[in-house]
């Protein structure tokens, strides 16, 4: 069977290798990297690969390079053809035809069409034909989800999932967790620019069982390790509305067995004024650089490494805590440092076993400036270490985990509400298994992990999915449950008005799914339709006013918090040239108030909708998107009783319009204009987003 490189990758350790005899009975290995120009010289797997317009092209050109010509005067063509085949492969319209495997879903690498859960996946074709500059506009079109952002480009951005809280949702960077414990255990998507991004594989429903903690409603795993096996180089910039200036470089080798990429952006922009009043611009800088890559040592052994570096500032505005309590023109902003760094090893023992270890560090650094000579600092490190072991049969997996994690926590500001300065820090060591059956038309799935956590008690997760292939749809279904710890923050407390709670018990979430994928007219029609509940106990309420102090701090909430809702999806791709696409979230998300009754939470919209449309030139494409995100209710503090207030945001439209221009094979023109109709709109309660905004940019390749 097939061998696929698995989530976190193998290392031999202390196990002795495979004698010349297991070797020569075992079947031959393939290596998990192979370069893609040897897996579509045969030219019926580039048919298999790319659209049957395109495929007998590609197929022979490859032939024709392979059958002699030189090398050196057939080198772009052949950079351009696998580029082509590399794109179509994973473009998230070909799932229909060929299987899609995810490395997210499971512990060994799946086609999305055998996993119970719901998924989607955005391709790097899908982000240059989108032509979005940041992570939270793509992510604004995938169902189940609800983007918050303070204000303009680099203000905080929160997602929350299904009904979900912000922290409830885990992201991965190259297999790296990156959620913030120096910022609730949030990851805060302003700090991502899309122009490395290779791929975005998004999981939703109970995802505990296989990444702990903060995977509670999902899991969105970033990827920017090498694609397409192709060495090149590009340089790119654009300007356009409020002074916003922006420069990538990437540049990728690819040997027959190391394949590198080295990348790095630049983001400024004065931004918009985020207050209701006054006209000072909440701007930002920002500067990322990543660097990552794969070397296949032996056709057994393996190494993945990446190193990721953000420097950031972003301003924003006040609260004015004496009148309003709203944002007001201040000259704040906050600095950020974020690290990811990680390796990976992995080695095939035998044709049925493999394992791996996967070393890593997230770093991050955050100094707040509010007009007082003391800043206020949070810094916490988290370092992982993850050891699996996989056992393959043909229809048969077994996954055995091995994690230890450890957080440090530190925290600096000025002495207001009680004394903000300390050190803490807590380690987790899980022990986790999943178990995998898959047939051609049913696969079944059962994950169970414990976690013994020092400062909380011992805590089960686990997950059971299905899914069955029946008259001509795929039918699938999932339930778990989760748990997510409490943040640093919510049991001690934060360095302004905001006191702590050590007595905080970890939330727990049961969460079931069931779900149905469809293709309709030989796959250019393609449905997806899935209903999920999900019931919260023990939620962690972090706005409680205490009269005592007249602060916030954080609770338990007596009762459980329910959410419910339906996700449909609609895609029509008739060719290779055209396509459509359509997603509708409703979302029922409510909790019990103090007395007993049913109220909707904050910043869940009831009704959110996108649609999408593209088509494209032999050098030209135009992308137009449309979202709706409705009604919903948000928190007010006035700085008068009764101190907080239940306010509503109305629904708001957005509309954007892209397009690129091939002037020749190494020159592109791009352009974009984004809230075209100029929308007055808030996502969260006082804070202003911006108007429309226009772009101009420039792509170079080599």
């Known amino acids: 069977m097939k061998r696929e490189a698995s989530a976190s990758n193998e290392l031999n350790s202390g196990a002795a290798p495979a004698t010349v005899d297991e070797k020569a009975d075992s079947l031959k290995f393939l290596s998990d990297f192979k370069p893609l120009y040897q ?68 512990a060994t690498p799946i086609a999305i069409d055998d996993a119970g859960s719901s998924i989607s996946i955005i391709t790097r074709e899908d982000i240059l034909r989108r032509n979005a500059p940041t992570v939270q506009a793509l992510l604004r079109e995938v169902p189940g989800f609800a983007v918050s952002q303070q204000g303009s480009e680099g203000a905080i951005s929160q997602l929350r999932v299904r009904g979900a809280e912000a922290n409830q949702v885990l992201v991965l960077i190259n297999g790296i967790e990156a959620n913030d414990p120096a910022q609730g255990s949030e990851f805060d998507f302003s700090q991502l620019t899309t122009h490395d991004i290779e791929r975005i594989e998004i999981v939703r429903g109970p995802q505990s069982a296989l990444w702990g903690s903060d995977a509670m409603a999902g899991v969105i795993h970033i990827i920017t390790m090498p694609g397409a096996e192709v060495s090149g180089f590009e340089i790119g910039a654009e300007a356009g509305s409020f002074s916003t200036s922006i420069a990538t470089l990437d540049a990728r080798h690819a ?13 400024d922009s004065d ?60 000259d704040y902003e906050t600095e950020s440092q974020y690290l990811y760094t990680g390796v990976t090893l992995q080695q095939t023992l035998t044709d049925l076993l493999d394992h791996s270890l996967d070393l890593s560090r997230a770093d991050a650094d955050n100094k707040t400036y509010e007009g007082i000579p003391q800043k206020s600092v949070t810094r916490a490190t988290r370092d992982a270490i993850r050891y699996q072991l996989n056992v393959v049969g043909t229809a048969n997996r077994l996954s055995l985990l091995l994690e230890h994690e450890t957080e440090d926590y530190e925290q600096r500001g000025p002495i207001v509400f009680g004394d903000p300065n300390k050190d803490l820090d807590t380690e987790t060591d899980s022990i986790a298994m999943e178990y995998r059956y898959d047939q051609e038309r049913f696969n079944l799935s059962v994950s169970v992990r ?55 018990k970890p939330e727990e979430s049961l969460h079931w799914e069931i779900g149905v994928r469809k293709g309709f007219a030989e796959n250019q029609v393609n449905l997806a339709l899935t209903y999920f509940v999900a019931d919260l106990e023990n939620e962690i309420n972090g706005f409680v006013f205490d009269p005592v102090t007249f602060g916030f701090t954080s609770a338990n909430v007596d009762g459980e918090s329910e959410r419910s809702g339906v996700e449909l999806e609609l895609g029509y791709a008739p060719n290779s040239r055209f396509d459509m696409a359509m997603a509708y979230t409703y979302l029922d998300a409510t909790q019990e108030d103090a007395s007993g009754n049913d109220v909707t939470e904050v910043r869940r919209p009831e009704h959110v909708a996108s649609f999408t449309m593209s088509y494209t030139w032999p050098s030209a494409g135009i992308n137009f998107v449309a979202s709706y995100t409705g009604d919903q209710e948000d928190d007010y503090f006035p700085p008068y009783p009764p101190y907080q ?13 892209s397009g690129y221009y091939n002037l020749n094979d190494s020159v592109t023109l791009t352009a974009r204009m984004e809230n075209m109709t100029d929308e007055d709109y808030e996502q969260v309660y006082g804070y202003e987003s911006p108007g429309f905004g226009g772009y101009l940019g420039l792509r170079i390749s080599m």
Request: proline share 3%.
């Open 39 to 106: 897996q579509v010289w045969e030219g019926e797997a580039v048919k298999t690969l790319v659209s049957p317009e395109t495929g007998p092209v590609i197929a022979q050109h490859l032939r024709t390079i392979h059958s002699g010509v030189s090398e050196e005067d057939n080198m772009h063509t052949l950079k351009r053809c696998a580029l082509i085949a590399f794109y179509s492969a994973v473009s998230v319209y070909s799932q229909a035809n060929e299987p899609i495997e995810s490395i997210t879903i499971s």
């Open 271 to 330: 931004g918009a004024n985020i207050s209701r009043t006054g006209s000072e611009n909440d701007g930002v800088e920002n500067i990322t650089a990543g660097l990552s890559g794969r070397y296949q040592a032996t056709d057994r052994f393996s190494l993945a490494y990446t190193a990721r570096y953000t420097d950031r500032r972003a301003e924003f505005d006040g609260t004015d805590f004496f009148t309003t309590g709203l944002p007001t023109d201040t």
């Open 255 to 267: 040997g027959s067995k190391h394949q590198v990429k080295f990348s790095a952006n630049y983001l």
């Open 450 to 504: 414990r976690d013994h956590n020092s400062d909380f008690d011992d805590a089960t997760s686990w997950r059971l999915t299905g899914n069955t292939h029946l008259a001509g749809a795929n039918l699938f279904a999932s339930v778990g449950e989760s748990i997510k710890n409490p943040s640093f923050t919510e049991r001690f407390g934060f360095f302004n008005n905001f006191i702590g709670n050590p007595k905080l």
């Open 645 to 657: 207030e239940r306010v509503e945001l109305s629904a708001y439209r957005l509309v954007s319009l």
